[in-house]
């Protein structure tokens, strides 16, 4: 966050992913894990990494211990104080002894997928390809001249 | 074993991180990674708490949450090119054509 350089930035994220995909197989999620592995690490960064290159030349140095830069680390302050609070003082966190259970495989989470919560996930597929088009389209602008330039040059 | 409120406290931690770089940061590049880094913070609770109590539907939460999220990166960012090809600036403070 306070790097200088966006490459920097994009670099320190995908650390950052790696460590959390670490962390979820750490857990027993396995299945989080290497969707965060292939997700986040595979496609989300290289596509930050190609957002960071397409748009290059625009450096702008900032500095961070500006008037705004110490509103804002206030309030994330505040955030963190907030969460810390509820973390310590709700009983959730502090449980009895919840009996050791193996960790789910694999294959009870594809099963629930396939019955409980199919529903959404065709919608979400759904919704997924519907983002994929719209990003296309986006960001393969046509090669036509935009309307006002028709109507200047129509004027001369 | 680690207790869950490490894992909490930890992402907490990623939470304020992304608030702190989401109103700092002038770059919309950065804005846009500071909240990939809140959406994760969040992942980490749902797999913390699904593995405290054994549930598979934290899982499946968190698979969905990526999937919105992967979604919303593939727009974000073509706007993103968008905008730098319009107005070959990044900076939000710059991008104020629909301010009243």
């Given at each position: 966050m306070t790097l200088r350089r966006l490459v920097h930035c994009a670099l320190a994220l995908t650390v950052a992913f790696a460590g959390l995909a670490a962390l979820y197989l750490n857990l027993g999620a396995e299945f989080a894990g290497l969707a965060q592995l292939l997700v986040y690490v595979g496609a989300i960064a290289i596509l930050i990494v190609f957002a960071i290159l397409l748009t290059r030349g625009d450096d702008t140095a900032e500095s961070v211990f500006s008037p705004s830069g110490l509103a804002g680390a206030i309030l994330a302050a505040a955030v963190f104080a907030v969460l810390a609070w509820a973390v310590e003082t709700s009983g959730i966190v502090h449980p009895a002894a919840i009996p050791a259970a193996p960790p789910e495989p694999m294959r009870s989470i594809g099963l629930i997928l396939m019955h409980r919560y199919i529903l959404p996930l065709e919608v979400i597929a759904l919704m997924l390809t519907a983002a994929m088009i719209g990003a296309v389209i986006l960001a393969l602008r046509e090669k036509r001249p935009q309307p006002e330039q028709i109507q200047r040059s129509s004027a001369q | 074993m680690v207790p869950i409120s490490w894992y909490l406290i930890l992402s907490a931690v990623l939470f304020s991180i992304g608030v702190a770089a989401f109103f700092i940061k002038r770059n919309i590049i950065t804005v846009f990674m500071s909240i990939e880094l809140m959406l994760n913070a969040v992942n980490l609770t749902f797999v913390g708490f699904a593995q405290q109590w054994h549930e598979v539907s934290g899982q499946i939460f968190v698979f969905f949450v990526m999937v919105v999220a992967a979604a919303e990166a593939a727009v974000g960012l073509a706007i993103i090119i968008a905008v730098f090809r319009a107005r070959?600036?990044?900076?939000v403070d710059q991008i104020d054509l629909m301010k009243l």
């Open positions: - | 070959s600036t990044l900076n």
